[in-house]
T-cell receptor
């Protein structure tokens, strides 16, 4: 079983749409959870950390369900600039290495 | 805003040659990492470094790889004898005591 699994997409949505990405992780002892954003041929950039209580940053909302080992990201009112690959990232129990999903590609069109 | 920097941005080398990829982590960060991303694949952890020693490494980080912090600012990844399959984007990352890792812009390594 893959450690972090994501639907690769692509998700093609119009501007203003709401889009949701999901992710599952295999190690129940994982400690920390993140969404990173990666533009084509660029480095991953932290979008937000994910907490069990859920957290929101502007148009972005992240949720964590530890029982189901499931992480989600909701983007409201999509902008053209949101077009990117969204990486679900988990920090394992043993150390501080980040374990990445393969990413979900979002394309927002006008 | 402080950033992780990496040089060179692109390195082309012949198979069997040694390469050194360089990184300058954010100045007050304590933990340093190397990751790689083969084109079209996920980002993969290679090694973490803390207090002048390797704290964790993956299966990918075999005897061909080494890391060093030669001075107070640089953090390097050496590949002793490059193979075609080492062609990838190599990202350096650093973090303070908190959980968040900050990534550099990467070095694209092409092995011919």
């Amino acid at each position: 079983r893959k450690e972090v699994e994501q639907d690769p997409g692509p998700f093609n949505v119009p501007e203003g749409a709401t889009v949701a990405f999901n992710c599952t992780y295999s190690n129940s002892a994982s400690q920390s959870f993140f969404w990173y954003r990666q533009d084509c041929r660029k480095e991953p950039k932290l979008l937000m950390s994910v907490y069990s209580s859920g957290n929101e940053d502007g148009r972005f909302t992240a949720q964590l369900n530890r029982a189901s080992q499931y992480i989600s990201l909701l983007i409201r009112d999509s902008k053209l600039s949101d077009s990117a690959t969204y990486l679900c990232v988990v920090r394992g129990q043993a150390g501080t290495a980040l374990i990445f999903g393969k990413g979900t590609t979002l394309s927002v069109s006008s | 805003e402080p950033e992780v920097t990496q040089t060179p941005s692109h390195q082309v080398t012949q198979m069997g040659q040694e390469v050194i990829l360089r990184c300058v982590p954010i100045s007050n960060h304590l933990y340093f990492y190397w990751y790689r991303q083969i084109l079209g694949q996920k980002v993969e952890f290679l090694v973490s470094f803390y207090n002048n020693e390797i704290s964790e490494k993956s299966e990918i980080f075999d005897d061909q790889f080494s890391v060093e912090r030669p001075d107070g600012s640089n953090f390097t990844l050496k590949i002793r004898s490059t193979k075609l399959e080492d062609s990838a984007m190599y990202f350096c990352a650093s973090r303070p005591q908190t959980d968040t890792q900050y990534f550099g812009p990467g070095t694209r390594l092409t092995v011919l």
